[in-house]
Every structure is written in structure tokens, then in C-alpha cells.
């Protein structure tokens, strides 16, 4: 999750200091998110999901697809 989160940071031309006033911490703790040096908490994955437009599995790198499915796969 560190490599995506720090990717999408960069392609948008963000700050480290930037993306921790959106998940209200300060940089330092970010910087150790990026790194993998801490765990990202959920709480702070779902913001960044919303923040960046793109779902929790390819944050994961579960998917590779930025978009949100609709979860309604199975309707036409």
C-alpha cells in the first residue's frame, strides 16, 4: 500500500505535508506511512481512497483498476 499511496501523491503533485493535513496527522507520521515504516490504519486508508477517487482494493494493490466498481456486478 506504501508504493500506491506515495504514487498517487506524486502524479498529482501533492506534498507529504499536503496529504497529512487531509488525514489530520503530521508529515513525519505520513513520510513513515509511505515508507511502510508504520501500518496505515483503515480510517486513514478510507480517507486517502476518497481523497484520491480510487477504491480500498487498489490501494491494497488487490486491483490494479483505480476506478470504484458499484459493487453490482451480477446487474446488467
Do not use: F, H, W
Amino acid at each position: 500500500m506504501n508504493l500506491k499511496i506515495r504514487q498517487l501523491r506524486e502524479s498529482r503533485g501533492l506534498t507529504q505535508e499536503t496529504v497529512a493535513g487531509e488525514l489530520m496527522c503530521d508529515q513525519s507520521l505520513y513520510s513513515k506511512y509511505e515508507r511502510g515504516l508504520r501500518p496505515l490504519p483503515l480510517e486513514a486508508a478510507v480517507r486517502l481512497a476518497v481523497y484520491y477517487g480510487v477504491s480500498l482494493d487498489y490501494l491494497a494493490g488487490v486491483n490494479e483498476e483505480k476506478e470504484k466498481q458499484n459493487g453490482n456486478e451480477s446487474d446488467p
